[in-house]
């Protein structure tokens, strides 16, 4: 069966792997560039599935010179989605779940946690969402630092500020705020970095405006991070400074697996548990 969307679908589709393919090659680069005596990292491509309906690709660095692990999935699913991913659709808002509860989602999704305690952690995600009664993206990104630098949260959020200040004058103030409501660790009662922008549900009626920023956020990102990695892969450290970056991964797992969308829907549809789980931490702690 086809639809309106199937060629939107394939475009955006595509776009989540051609950012996928920027990221990869532009990290692997930084390894290189790092220098040391150690062999530089490189990404353990996994072809992913979903006994339901279509896969992707987990791309994997385990143990590089910058990146302690990062992954990069990308992924094109779809089917039907079971009862509790229904009633978390028809709870925000998605009609007729209970008559028709086909989907189609692609996106792409990375995480990383650095080697130097004073690099920042960061998250991104982008992605488009289709059910037969409503398509929307969603993504964002946001940056977790150990060891904050008030200039490096300023850099990284004016990057943004400009990719969204591009499309709408209004979807930053707009979308930090979800970001910082998002990302927030309520039984911690603090966030999990430093913030970035988050949105989801955007589906303005214009569908190339919205693939346009979707876009947009998935191409400020390498902008936003990459002058912060280079800046702190290279710094001295201490014990005490590798202590605060573990404990800190531990309040990421935490938010991971209680609270993150991604997380939860990727489990309750099936997908494959090592591509959802791929953002926790290869080592963390907790006092």
Not at 22 to 28: G, M, N, P, R
Not at 39 to 56: I, Q
Not at 109 to 132: C, D, E, G, I
Not at 207 to 216: G, H, S
Request: aromatic fraction near 12%; include cysteine; proline fraction near 5%.
């Amino acid at each position: 069966m086809t639809d309106a969307f199937d060629d939107r679908k394939a475009r955006a589709a595509a776009w989540f792997r051609t950012v996928r393919d920027q990221i990869v090659a532009a990290f692997e680069a930084i390894e290189d560039e790092r220098g040391a005596s150690a062999p530089a990292g490189r990404f353990e491509v996994t072809p992913t599935t979903r006994p339901d309906g279509g896969g992707g690709l987990m791309s994997v660095m385990r143990g590089g010179r910058v990146f302690e692990k990062i992954g990069v999935n990308v992924s094109e699913v779809h089917g039907v989605l079971g009862e509790r991913a229904q009633k978390a659709m028809a709870a925000r808002g998605v009609p007729g779940m209970a008559t028709d509860a086909r989907f189609w989602a692609s996106g792409v999704s990375l995480v990383a946690h650095m080697q130097n305690p004073h690099a920042p952690a960061v998250h991104l995600n982008t992605r488009m969402f289709w059910t037969p009664q409503a398509a929307w993206f969603g993504g964002g990104t946001d940056l977790n630092p150990c060891i904050e630098y008030p200039e490096d949260t300023a850099f990284f959020h004016d990057t943004l500020r400009q990719a969204c200040n591009a499309h709408d004058a209004g979807y930053y103030d707009k979308f930090k705020a979800w970001a910082d409501e998002y990302f927030f660790v309520p039984h911690r009662g603090r966030a999990r970095g430093v913030g970035g922008i988050f949105y989801d549900d955007l589906s303005t009626g214009d569908w190339e405006a919205d693939f346009a920023f979707t876009q947009a956020v998935g191409s400020a990102f390498l902008p936003a991070f990459l002058p912060l990695t280079r800046k702190h892969m290279t710094a001295p450290f201490t014990d005490a400074d590798r202590e605060t970056q573990l404990i800190h991964r531990g309040l990421y797992a935490e938010y991971n697996l209680v609270y993150d969308r991604g997380t939860k829907f990727g489990l309750e549809t099936g997908h494959d548990a090592n591509a959802v789980l791929m953002s926790l931490p290869p080592v963390a702690k907790w006092t």
